[in-house]
T-cell receptor, first 112, second 115 residues
């Protein structure tokens, strides 16, 4: 049973608009969350993180929001660029930062 | 600085054959990991090594063994390959100390097919 879920397998957005990628988790003990980006034939690369003591973290065009009561996090990309087209994975950990549970990924397509 | 390297990139095995996937990192990281990625499943942790000399099971360890050869190298062995082990395998490493240093850096992956 997957503890981290990304229910949208794909998302298509126009260049310059906002992309919102969602992630839900079932385990309330998770306290550290990451987003990774993956291009075809490459390994995932780290994008942004958030710990459970925060509800928002920003890094340039990327912002992650955490709603602990809803067990939900989202990644906002503003403005979206064609180079952002990739698969995005969210991941969560509970106390043991060597064990991360990954969602199944959302494929983002940013159209020029 | 190559980061995390994996060999081979592709491999086809017959059921029952054995093989070892190699991983090396040149970032002086303490922790290393092996994941598998299957369609619709995301990445699942097979084994990890929090530091040189230690290894622990992840979510899906059955059918695999690992060796942390030294600080740089972490290998994954399939003793008797099964079609269910057809997957893309990723190795990763992280500094492993301090909250901000648990970010994992991934290799390019090994695509394994078991016939």
């Amino acid at each position: 049973d997957q503890q981290v879920k990304q229910n949208s397998p794909s998302l298509s957005v126009q260049e310059g608009r906002i992309s919102i990628l969602n992630c839900d988790y079932t385990n309330s003990m998770f306290d550290y969350f990451l987003w990774y980006k993956k291009y075809p034939a490459e390994g995932p690369t780290f994008l942004i993180s958030i710990s459970s003591i925060k509800d928002k973290n920003e890094d340039g065009r990327f912002t992650v929001f955490l709603n602990k009561s809803a067990k939900h996090l989202s990644l906002h990309i503003v403005p979206s660029q064609p180079g952002d087209s990739a698969v995005y994975f969210c991941a969560a950990s509970k106390y043991n930062f060597n064990k991360f549970y990954f969602g199944s990924g959302t494929k983002l397509n940013v159209k020029p | 600085n190559a980061g995390v390297t994996q060999t081979p990139k592709f491999q086809v095995l017959k059921t029952g054959q054995s093989m070892t996937l190699q991983c090396a990192q040149d970032m002086n990281h303490n922790s290393m990991y092996w994941y598998r990625q299957d369609p619709g499943m995301g990445l699942r942790l097979i084994y990890y090594s929090a530091s040189e000399g230690t290894t622990d099971k992840g979510e899906v360890p059955n059918g695999y063994n690992v060796s942390r050869l030294n600080k740089r190298e972490f290998s994954l062995r399939l003793e008797s390959a099964a079609p269910s082990q057809t997957s893309v395998y990723f190795c990763a490493s992280s500094e492993g100390e301090g909250l901000a240093e648990y970010t994992q850096y991934f290799g390019p992956g090994t695509r394994l097919t078991v016939l």
